[in-house]
């Protein structure tokens, strides 16, 4: 899954895909070696296999290709990941679509969660753990503030902040590598929506991810590429 763009807010999109502090993780969006992988994208199955562990599950609006190659992996069958098979990827055209398509996937991730646990990797537990730290670091910062539970709230603050701190520094040092001119030259609009772009998918997603854990995903559908010049409805 090669990510490119057309415009500077797509191609920064396009970056952090193919990066690991991204939406990486998965081998087709890192450009991992050939190997076995845990998923893969459009992948090119066997048919004796899909007769075997069933089609996809149209209960699941996304991530369902993670599922179906769960229960091929289970059946004692490899996913194989070869980096010489790719296709571009075009992603959503402006921040409000991008924020949209996260949260429908991370609410989709939840509820994956929810019925196949820790069967999901931890890499998909990062983004809400982001997010309730924040949220944490935000209700002590106020209670400080206030002085209301003073001996409290910096006992919460000393638990929260140095973690919360550090995912911060983590995720600010990669985003300003990314938006380094190491890969080339970059314009000034593509290196701020980079910097943009980080956190929203993260937020996004984590925000998408509690939801789905909570109550579950229900009919949450991602309609981000409904009207999308790139992708027009048949």
Same mark, same amino acid.
């Given at each position: 899954? $090669?990510?490119d763009g057309r415009t500077p807010f797509q191609r920064a999109v396009a970056r952090l895909y193919n990066a690991p502090v991204g939406l990486g993780g998965g081998a087709y969006h890192g450009g991992a070696p050939e190997?076995?992988?845990?998923?893969a994208y459009l992948g090119v199955m066997r048919r004796e296999v899909l007769d075997e562990v069933g089609l996809f599950?149209? !209960?699941i609006r996304r991530g369902e290709d993670w599922e179906l190659n769960l229960r091929i992996r289970q059946a004692g069958h490899l996913v194989w990941f070869d980096p010489a098979l790719s296709v571009t990827y075009w992603p959503r055209e402006s921040w409000w679509r991008l924020a949209r398509q996260f949260r429908a996937t991370g609410a989709w991730r939840g509820e994956l969660v929810r019925r196949y646990g820790r069967r999901n990797g931890l890499r998909f537990f990062a983004p809400p753990a982001l997010v309730v730290l924040t949220a944490l670091a935000v209700i002590?910062?106020?209670?400080?503030? !206030?002085g209301v539970l $003073?001996?409290?709230a910096s006992l919460l603050a000393s638990v929260v902040y140095l973690p919360l701190i550090a995912y911060a520094a983590l995720v600010l040092a990669v985003g300003l590598a990314g938006?380094?001119?190491?890969?080339g030259p970059r314009g000034l609009r593509e290196?701020? *929506?980079t910097l943009a772009v980080l956190p929203t998918m993260h937020?996004? *997603?984590?925000?998408g991810f509690l939801a789905g854990v909570l109550r579950g995903a229900g009919d949450t559908v991602d309609a981000s590429r409904l009207g999308s010049r790139n992708t027009p409805l048949p």
């Open positions: 899954m $090669r990510a190997g076995e992988a845990e998923s599950d149209e !209960t002590i910062g106020i209670l400080q503030l !206030t $003073r001996a409290v938006v380094g001119i190491a890969r290196r701020l *929506w937020i996004s *997603w984590g925000l």
